[in-house]
C-alpha cells in the first residue's frame, strides 16, 4: 500500500520570506500523480499544485512550485514570498494511475503560520 | 462558476440513528468523491461515484454507503451511527477523477453523541 508522509507537522515564515514543507511517499509504481492541497480554517480543500510522476519538470503555480525527486521518493513545496494567505494546513497526497480506480492517499498535514 | 456545495454544514446525531449527506458537485463534474476527515485518522477515502456507478470503495464498514444522480448530485448515508464516526466529511469533484485534481466542497461536520 501506498505511503505518504509529512514529517513536519508545524511550521512557520516571516511573512515575504520562503519557505518549504517536505513530503515523502512509499510506492512501488512508476506512474502517479502527487498533489498538494491547502486547508484554510474555513475547511474547503483547495488544489495548490499537480505534479505527473512521468514528467520531469518541476510543476510552478505563481509562487508555488514543487522539488520532485522521483528516485528518492520526495516531493516538497516551495513558497515563495509568503503571505498571510497562504497560513492554512498543507497536505501532500499520492494518487495511483490507475484510471477507473482513482483515489489519493494523504498525509497527515502541516501547519504552516505565517509571521507578520 | 458555482462550487462543490455540501449540505448541511453541521449535525449532531445520537448514536444509533442515521444519517444522510448530500453533496452536489460542479457543473460537468462526473466524478464524485467521499473522504472523511478525523484528527487521529487524517484524510481516508471512502468511496467514489462515477456516473452513477461506485467505481471505488475504502475500507469502511458497510454502514458507510452512498449513491449518485443522473445529474452527478451525491449523496452518502451512514447508518448505526458511532461515536467514532464524528468527523468531517468531505464532498471532491472532478471532470473524470482524483489524478485530474479536485474540486472539495467545506463538508459537513457531523457530531455523533
Known amino acids: 500500500a501506498q505511503t505518504v508522509t509529512q514529517s513536519q507537522p508545524e511550521m512557520s515564515v516571516q511573512e515575504a520570506e520562503t519557505v518549504t514543507l517536505s513530503c515523502t511517499y512509499d510506492?512501488?509504481?512508476?506512474?502517479?500523480?502527487l498533489f498538494w492541497y491547502k486547508q484554510p480554517p474555513s475547511r474547503q480543500m483547495i488544489l495548490v499544485i499537480r505534479q505527473e510522476a512521468y514528467k520531469q519538470q518541476n510543476a510552478t503555480e505563481n509562487r508555488f512550485s514543487v522539488n520532485f525527486q522521483k528516485a528518492a521518493k520526495s516531493f516538497s513545496l516551495k513558497i515563495s514570498d509568503s503571505q498571510l494567505g497562504d497560513a492554512a494546513m498543507y497536505f501532500c497526497a499520492y494518487g495511483r494511475s490507475n484510471f477507473g480506480n482513482e483515489k489519493l492517499t494523504f498525509g497527515t498535514g502541516t501547519r504552516l503560520t505565517i509571521i507578520p | 462558476k458555482a462550487g462543490v456545495t455540501q449540505t448541511p454544514r453541521y449535525l449532531i446525531k445520537t448514536r444509533g440513528q442515521q444519517v444522510t449527506l448530500s453533496c452536489s458537485p460542479i457543473?460537468?463534474?462526473?466524478?464524485v468523491s467521499w473522504y472523511q476527515q478525523t484528527p487521529g485518522q487524517g484524510l481516508q477515502f471512502l468511496f467514489e461515484?462515477?456516473?452513477?456507478?461506485?467505481?471505488n470503495k475504502g475500507n469502511f464498514p458497510g454502514r458507510f454507503s452512498g449513491r449518485q444522480f443522473s445529474n452527478s448530485r451525491s449523496e452518502m448515508n451512514v447508518s448505526t451511527l458511532e461515536l467514532g464516526d464524528s468527523a468531517l466529511y468531505l464532498c471532491?469533484?472532478?471532470?473524470?477523477?482524483?489524478?485530474?485534481?479536485?474540486?472539495f466542497g467545506s463538508g459537513t461536520r457531523l457530531t455523533v453523541v
Open positions: 461515484y462515477f456516473s452513477e456507478t461506485q467505481r
Open positions: 510506492t512501488s509504481e512508476s506512474d502517479y500523480y
Open positions: 471532491a469533484s472532478s471532470r473524470q477523477g482524483a489524478n485530474y485534481g479536485y474540486t
Open positions: 457543473s460537468g463534474h462526473r466524478s
